[in-house]
Every structure is written in C-alpha cells, then in structure tokens.
C-alpha cells in the first residue's frame, strides 16, 4: 500500500471525515505543539506529521487523524478523519481546532509590522505556517495546566502521565494504523473519582488535585467557557478558588487560540521576554510594560520570540523538581 493509499482508505473506513484547505501554508505539527503536554502525552501521538488526537466530545469519545499535504506547487490542505462515537462532533469542530479563525491580518499590517522588533519580524517571516489552536475543550486543557502550577514542567507531565494511564480509557478504534497506547483523557466526572492515594502517587500535591476537583465539580458551566470571548473565560476562571491569572492565561491560548493573553507569574517567561527584547532580566510588570505597544497580539509577540530559537542566559537557580510522594 503506498502512502498515498493511506488517507483514501481510512477516509473510506472512518465514521466522519473532511478535507480542510487553510488558504496558505500550513504547519500542522508546530501549530498543534502547545496542546501537546509533551512528546509522551498519551492522548496524542505525532508520527512522520501525522497528527493522532483522543478525546471526548459532548456525544462521546473519537479517535482523530490529522494528515497534512500540499506543497508550494500545490494547495495546502488537512486530512481529517475520525473514529467512535464522538467522530462527527470531532470532525466539525477540526478547522477551529486547526486555527481556521486565527487571523493574523492586523499582525502582519505593514505600519503595524514595522513596530515590531527585528527578531519577531524575522520569525514570523520563517513562521508564516503557524497558527494559534483553538481546541475548545475547557476541561482536556485545564487540568494538565493546573498540574503545572508552580512546579517543574518534567514534573507535572510525568503525574499527568501517570494519571491518564491509571484512568483513562483506551481511544476508540481506528484500524491497525492507530498507534498503540493512544489514550482518552478522563472525563470530568472520573476525574472527581480520583482518590487521594493516586494524586499522590502521581506527585501531585494536594492544593492541586484540590484545585482540579474545586472546578470540576461545575465541568457543565466550565465547558460552557468554550463559547465566551478569551476575556470573559479568562475572568470566569478566575472565580475558582485556586485559579490565577497565569492558569487562565494558558487556558485561553489553547481552548479560544487567544492572541493576546500572557502567562503572568510564569517562573522564567518575564526573563525570557526581556532577555530576547532588551538583553536584561525583567519582573512581570516589566514585560507588560514592554509588550504593551502591541496589546491584542502580545501572545503572537511571544510565540514568534519563542520560534525564533532565542535561548536566554542564565540568570539565578533553576526550580527543583519537588517529590510529594515521599510526604
């Protein structure tokens, strides 16, 4: 069978599908990247480009395929196909989670281009493909978020694999092209089933899990966010006890793929910032200061610093990776 046989034959076997043209070059891998809690979250899976995502939607679960194709010579387009219960509402709501709202237009306006700093400019000329996400899926990108509130990235994403191992359920079926091991995410109500061994066991301290809980328990009204503006979800988080700006910073770039929300209270993201724009460590206030000529695009300004390969120096001691197993 010859890759070109491959998408026909899924799209033939799969319960939905579509084709998806993004008007223009498309990235699907680097665009999908902040959805992904790392190169070994099981509910996603990327081999040779193809994207693999298991989730659950309001009708139930789905297995997606995302097959990108296309060349200059030729128009770009996504291939989606998916599997289970869940696979029309999945597959309709694809181009939103592809970036098909995402509107760079205002970004890339000359005049306001021109503002912009040498290394945004550059990397947004290499990074044309990109776009933002929007997956809208309010409780799939909060949880892990709030597992990596204040401590260590390695750390969180190895307790949320550990959890999505113990419960989560195996995605639904997708012929012997599915790779192994590809996982659903819990759902709200067996989140809450949860014990307290098992956060613990999986390094999560107990103001988190507690936090996890805390919102789950309105997971109806908490999906409900998905059709808010960015603003008023970020504001409507703010109102559970135990989430702050930064968590809802970095909800909203995933679920409303929002332009211009910033992750205040990030331990190295102000230092990174003004390293990569002034050469010199700064305080949150300081990079709001900064970024404040280009409000309303301020997450583009920092995906496109974070595109750029800019590294920063080291300035002080890295967090410790903290083990509340041993309490």
Not at 131 to 138: A, H, K, T, V
Request: hydrophobic share 45%; net charge positive.
């Amino acid at each position: 069978m010859t890759i070109a046989e491959v998408p026909a034959r899924l799209a033939a076997a799969a319960d939905a599908s579509l084709r998806w043209y993004p008007g223009g070059p498309y990235d699907l891998v680097r665009t999908l990247r902040p959805l992904l809690r790392g190169n070994s979250d099981p509910s996603f899976a990327a081999e040779g480009g193809v994207i693999w995502n298991a989730f659950t939607t309001a009708e139930g679960t789905a297995t997606l395929r995302l097959s990108p194709a296309g060349s200059p010579e030729m128009e770009h387009r996504v291939d989606v196909q998916a599997w289970g219960p869940g696979a029309a509402a999945a597959v309709a709501a694809a181009p939103r989670l592809l970036g098909a709202h995402d509107d760079w237009s205002a970004f890339d306006e000359p005049v306001f281009h021109a503002t912009l700093p040498r290394m945004v400019r550059e990397a947004r000329r290499r990074s044309l493909a990109v776009r933002l996400p929007s997956s809208g899926r309010m409780v799939d990108q909060l949880v892990p978020i709030i597992l990596e509130q204040k401590v260590t990235v390695i750390e969180a994403r190895r307790g949320y694999r550990y959890l999505l191992h113990r419960f989560g359920s195996p995605a639904p079926m997708a012929g012997s092209l599915a790779p192994a091991g590809l996982a659903l995410a819990p759902t709200a109500a067996q989140w809450l089933q949860v014990p307290s061994w098992e956060w613990h066991k999986a390094g999560v301290g107990p103001q988190r899990s507690a936090t996890v809980m805390r919102a789950l328990r309105s997971a109806v009204a908490l999906e409900r966010l998905a059709e808010l503006t960015a603003l008023e979800a970020a504001a409507k988080l703010q109102t559970i006890p135990g989430i702050g700006i930064w968590t809802a910073a970095e909800v909203v770039q995933r679920t409303h793929g929002c332009p211009d929300s910033i992750s205040v209270g990030d331990y190295h993201l102000a230092a990174y910032v003004g390293a990569a724009l002034t050469g010199r460590r700064i305080d949150d206030a300081g990079m709001l200061r900064l970024l404040e000529p280009w409000a309303g695009h301020r997450q583009r300004v920092v995906r496109m610093i974070q595109s750029s390969g800019f590294r920063k120096p080291t300035f002080g001691p890295r967090m410790t990776i903290q083990d509340h197993r041993r309490h």
